[in-house]
């Protein structure tokens, strides 16, 4: 079966005036249809940069993106992209800002009412019930993030693109919203690329955790995670088998630290 | 032992909350501020008219309050206020309507800003009044030649206002939008647009009173109608209370259209906390 995005030797270099920044170095991957694929590294070392070219929202120094089996040359519209930075459109509510997707291409030609129970139940399913009416500046962080999971939700895409979504968020709230994210995907054959620093939120969500070293970003590890489903974030920490994965892939992760260090 | 605290979030926190009263209190001094500057200036006015200075000048306000009620009474400041009232709208929304239409097109197509932008300096460092006689020249004293002065006024701020809007807006969002599978044109209607329009409503709260301008000067040099011609005529006749009076209901108006500006400007960017 041919993976749903595929990543052939992709190298990426920034230019900062007459400085050279190697972001990505022959990163050779792929992302299986249906998996939920884990991305760990240190800060800097290219996972917003593999998320971007995965979005076609840039283009590769050296190899290329696959998407089912195509190069991708444009943008990619079949998949939903959760950005590291908040990005909900200011000057639109809650409500408006996740009714955003319904209302571009083909989605525009469902029924209104489809539409508005379609946004009615992700904003129960997020937990935003009562805040429909508020504008981005009137939320907390948390509430945002809710906001922009939905609005990446609701119609439905092929494959999600999460970059750290509960990265800035206290450690309750975060156990919360993997849990919520995880009843939203269990179960519905959609794949989901997450981004992340936390090893541990890496292992509870996944099917696989990526390594990556630091600058430039090299894959340094792939882990199956085997841990049954449907998952309990609040106690699969304590399943058997975590701890090992876990010791795995933090030696693998402290090695990149590890060498990164003299960089 | 610490006890849970149970009791019930105060409803009126809002009349206790010292931030408030503080803010209120302001709001208060503000405006008897303003009360007493204008009593005491309009008081100074009086007692230094025909003491300090000739009334021939300066006039005096009770003067000034006279002349306004005879323009009242014999007809003549009602037509003159909604002539001028109408050319300044129409003037201000084809100039507005411009601005924002070029200021979009230079944002969203940086070829063409490339292109068209000398050009544009060029236009806009014309002096404006030296346009009128060749408006006259081509449409005469009528409607047309005031309104599309006071377009041209209107014209350069609100383009230029939109265009740095336009290009202000950030990137990510448009990227997140076309991730989406928005158009160029879903992409424009839905993003930059609405992200450009703070800057829109600064440039035209700024020129609303150029309209306003822009009608007057042309009344002035036609001289057949409205505020302008009021002051014009009021000036020729050395009739001081005359002028002061017209211009003061042209200052009115100005202030009573900035107004209504501000007040749609605020129903539109509701969302700004
Ligand atoms: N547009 C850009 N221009 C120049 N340099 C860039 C650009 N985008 C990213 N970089 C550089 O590329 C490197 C990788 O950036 P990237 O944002 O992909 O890292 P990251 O792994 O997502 O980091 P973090 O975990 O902190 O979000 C960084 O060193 C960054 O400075
Ligand atoms: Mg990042």
Redesign the interface.
């Known amino acids: 079966m041919t993976p749903i995005l595929e990543y052939r030797d992709l190298s990426k270099v920034f230019f900062k005036g007459n400085q050279q920044i190697y972001a990505l170095a022959h990163v050779q991957a792929e992302v299986r249809d249906g998996e939920l694929l884990a991305i760990v590294g240190p800060s800097g070392c290219g996972k917003s940069t593999l998320l971007n070219l995965s ?3 840039m283009v590769p120094g050296t190899g290329e993106v696959l998407y089912r089996g195509r190069p991708l040359t444009d ?3 079949q ?3 959760v ?1 590291q ?1 908040d ?1 909900l ?5 809650v409500e408006d800002n996740i009714a ?2 319904l ?3 083909d ?1 525009a030609r469902l029924p209104k009412d489809e539409r508005r129970a379609r946004v009615t139940r992700y904003i129960e399913l997020v937990g935003l019930g009562g805040f429909e009416k508020h ?1 981005p ?2 939320l907390s962080g948390g509430m945002r993030k809710r906001a922009q999971l939905a609005r990446s939700l609701v ?1 439905e895409p092929e494959v999600l693109l999460m970059d750290e979504p509960f990265g800035a968020l206290d450690a309750q709230l975060k156990l919360v919203l993997q849990a919520q994210l995880l009843r939203m995907w269990e179960g519905t054959g959609r794949t989901l690329v997450f981004v992340t620093h936390d090893l541990v939120e890496a292992i509870a969500l996944a099917d696989r955790v990526i390594v990556m070293s630091s600058r430039p970003g090299r894959i340094r590890a792939v882990e199956h995670i085997e841990l049954p489903r449907p998952r309990d974030v609040f106690t699969v920490r304590f399943a058997p088998g975590f701890g090992d994965y876990f010791e795995r892939l933090w030696s693998a992760l402290r090695e990149t630290i590890d060498h990164g260090q003299g960089v | 032992m610490t006890s849970v605290e149970t009791r019930p979030v105060v409803d009126e926190v809002f009349l206790v909350d010292p931030s408030i009263k503080a803010r209120r209190r302001q709001t208060v001094i503000v405006i008897i501020s303003r009360l007493v500057l204008v009593v005491v200036g309009l008081l100074g006015w009086e007692l230094a008219s025909d003491r300090l200075v000739s009334a021939f000048w300066i006039s005096s306000p009770s003067e000034i309050w006279s002349a306004l009620l005879r323009f009242a009474t014999n007809g003549q400041l009602l037509p003159a206020v909604w002539v001028t009232l109408a050319e300044t709208a129409v003037g201000f929304v084809a100039g507005a309507v411009a601005g924002i239409l070029v200021g979009v097109i230079f944002g969203v197509s940086p070829l063409i800003a490339r292109i068209l932008d000398p050009f544009l300096v060029a236009l806009n460092s014309i002096p404006r009044v030296a346009l009128i006689p060749l408006f006259i020249l081509w449409f005469g004293i009528g409607f047309q030649t005031k309104i599309l002065f006071a377009a041209t006024l209107v014209f350069f701020p609100v383009f230029l206002n939109t265009f740095s809007g336009a290009r202000d807006v950030d990137r990510d969002l448009i990227d997140v939008i076309r991730v989406m599978g928005a158009s160029r044109v879903d992409a424009v209607r839905r993003v930059l647009i609405p992200s450009a329009l703070v800057w829109v409503f600064a440039g035209l709260r700024m020129s609303i009173p150029f309209a306003l301008i822009g009608a007057v000067i042309a009344e002035m040099f036609t001289s057949n109608e409205g505020l302008g011609y009021l002051i014009a005529v009021t000036a020729n006749q050395y009739d001081t209370a005359g002028s002061f009076a017209s211009l003061f209901v042209t200052t009115a108006l100005g202030l009573l259209l900035t107004w209504g500006v501000s007040q749609s400007e605020r129903r539109v960017l509701r969302w700004r906390a």
Do not use: C, D, I
Not at chain 1, 89 to 93: A, G, I, K, M, S
């Open positions: 979005a076609g929202l943008v990619n519209t998949v939903s992209y950005t930075k990005n459109l200011p000057w639109r509510t955003l997707p209302e571009l291409g989605r504008y500046s009137e119609y």
